[in-house]
């Protein structure tokens, strides 16, 4: 697997302290990363100043001095997992409901969700949505990074995807 980071900023320190927080915040979960070694090269005053050379690496034994980051997500998953599969340890031996028991009732709503953004721009069609955004004085936040904005504007250039 391979990822990529990139940063842009009018001044290069401004690009790196970009650059320094997105590796700071970027999680991946599941196998090793090279995250915190590229955060320490990217602090490095060295690399700040640009005054290195090609064996800058091989000069600069801290780089390898790697902090561990705290990683609460997978322990949280990880903890979730494990009940799971194995039950809350608080519940572990207690006695199952009896057979004749009723089900957990499943609430209905008797009114379906109000329209959020996707209507929006179904409705409004990506530049009318842009208009739309750029109009609002409120904060929009979406949890989707643009992702269904995205794919609608590539759907309408291209086609749909087979």
Request: aromatic fraction near 8%; glycine fraction near 6%; charge should be positive.
């Amino acid at each position: 697997m391979l990822e990529k980071v990139t940063a842009w900023a009018p001044t290069p320190g401004e690009a790196i302290d970009r650059m320094a927080r997105a590796l700071t915040e970027y999680r991946i979960r599941g196998v090793a990363t090279n995250l915190a070694f590229m955060h320490n090269v990217i602090i490095h005053p060295q690399f700040r100043t640009n005054d290195y050379t090609t064996s800058f690496l091989d000069e600069t034994p801290t780089l390898f001095d790697l902090q561990a980051r705290q990683d609460r997500a997978t322990k949280l998953l990880t903890w979730i997992a494990d009940v799971t599969v194995n039950g809350h340890p608080d519940t572990r031996g207690r006695a199952k409901p009896p057979a004749g028991a009723p089900d957990p009732l499943i609430p209905r709503f008797e009114t379906a969700p109000a329209n959020g953004t996707r209507q929006i721009l179904e409705q409004l069609g990506p530049k009318g949505f842009a208009t739309w955004m750029k109009s609002q004085v409120r904060v929009l936040v979406t949890d989707t990074t643009m992702r269904e904005l995205i794919n609608h504007c590539w759907q309408r250039a291209s086609g749909p995807r087979i």
